[in-house]
């Protein structure tokens, strides 16, 4: 089973001054066909409140219903790879002009043309 991209997921971050973790969203941002089912694994971006300190090229989310997200969020470009059997379940997908946003802050990180 893979995830489609811009699918928002709940997965378990860790904490990194203890041996813990507590269930947070992230963005699947790897395309399902060519990647995730493949591999069983996918490429994701962390979702944080707005509140937290900001990073470059963090990129608000603006339909947080269609999201799934019960408050305001941006994502930001701490990426990583998860393997599919510790995702714990789909909350939304982000709305077109948020997957758009996403996806021109995706070529600036990356320095590629769109």
């Known amino acids: 089973m893979g ?11 860790p ?6 973790s507590k269930n947070r969203p992230a963005l699947v941002l790897s395309d399902d066909a060519a990647f995730n089912t493949p591999a069983g694994h996918s490429v994701m971006a962390m979702i944080t409140t707005a509140a937290n300190p900001p990073w ?3 990129c ?4 947080m219903a269609a ?3 019960p408050s305001v969020s941006l994502v930001r470009f701490k990426l990583f790879t998860l ?3 510790l995702v714990r379940g789909v909350l939304g997908t982000l709305a077109t002009a948020d997957a758009d946003a ?3 802050h995706m070529l600036r990180l990356f320095a590629c043309a769109p």
């Open 3 to 13: 995830f489609e991209r811009y699918a928002v997921v709940r997965v378990p971050f």
């Open 102 to 104: 996403v996806r021109m």
């Open 56 to 58: 470059p090229l963090d």
């Open 67 to 69: 999201a799934g997200l």
């Open 60 to 63: 608000p989310i603006t339909d």
């Open 15 to 20: 904490f990194t001054d203890r041996n813990a």
């Open 83 to 85: 393997d599919h059997r």
